[in-house]
């Protein structure tokens, strides 16, 4: 483990908690074919031991360790990676995970992007597989285009053409600097979707060609939690990252077409709709005052249609119950 650190343009950075693919991750990053990163390895107060299994993963390769006492990220994890990206200094950094994986020329693709393209952009992406535990490839994430404008992701994101996550993501520091940081939004729900609105506004999200990332799928990493704080709380994010971007688009700003606001409040309603179909029926009652408010304020839509989707919602969670509860019959019927 190395405390100097040498002068590079990229720093990555791994906010680790998990230690179940923990050295796959970062064994990916002892492969890149351009080692011109500086590597740190962030603890987020652990049970496990994060810098023992960086120690034996990385080897002789150089990176820097800090472990947090406190653990931030179950809290708030907009406050802990930016409590992360603090530590390092680098012009361009990439918040990358604990169980992801990286094609081996990530680094190299970025690096040439740089001395092409670089002053093009303060926003980055990559593309991505999508892989299971044993890191065999299931699936494609969404492709994204060879640049984008800010309004043209905020409003393929609001009707499901978009999907975004931090580990595909390299951003120059001063944008991140300027945007204020990661909102801090509950279980850091759209955070990501966030930072690239907000650091993509003064130059085109441009994409990194020639290599992807490799985002993991699994019961081990994503937990299908479907209680109802989480899901009362993934509404709150939804309202509260909603009444962010509405402020995002008053005027005065660039159009993604000529008089584009109703079509984004119509977007954004839809998104919210939606959101509630997918959350059901008691987690929007109990944020009934939040959610017409929101929808107040991006589209003025009455308290009886809202009541009406959440009736909806209501009826597609007695339908779910039912279908969990007609497998659990068949499954004992077969015993």
Known sequence: MSDAAVKQTLAIIIPAYKADFLAKALASLVRQTDQRFNLYVCDDAS?????????????????????????????????????????????????????DLLDDNCVAAFHKFLEADGETADLLRFDAWIIDERDQITGLHTLHRDRETWLEFAYGLLMGWRRSF?????????AFELAGGFLDLPLGWSTDDAAVIAMGRQKPIRLIPGARIRWRHSDKNITPDRSLARREKTLQATCRFLEWLQGRLQP????????????????????????????????????????ARTRAAIGGGSRFALLKYIAVAAVADGLSAGGQAVRKLAGRSGQ
């Open 47 to 99: 049970p496990a031991d994060i810098e023992g299994i960086a120690r034996s993963s990385l080897g002789a390769r150089p990176w820097h360790f800090k472990r947090f006492e406190t653990n931030l990220g179950g809290t708030s994890l907009a406050r802990h990676l930016n409590r992360c990206v603090a530590l390092a200094g680098e012009p361009w950094v990439w918040v990358f995970s604990d169980d």
């Open 166 to 174: 931090m580990q595909q993501l390299v951003f120059r520091r001063c």
């Open 252 to 291: 005065p700003r660039e159009l993604l077409f000529e008089n584009d606001r109703a079509a984004f409040l119509r977007a954004m309603d839809r998104y919210l709709v939606e959101q509630i179909g997918i959350q059901g029926a008691r987690p929007a009652l109990a944020n009934w005052n939040l959610l």
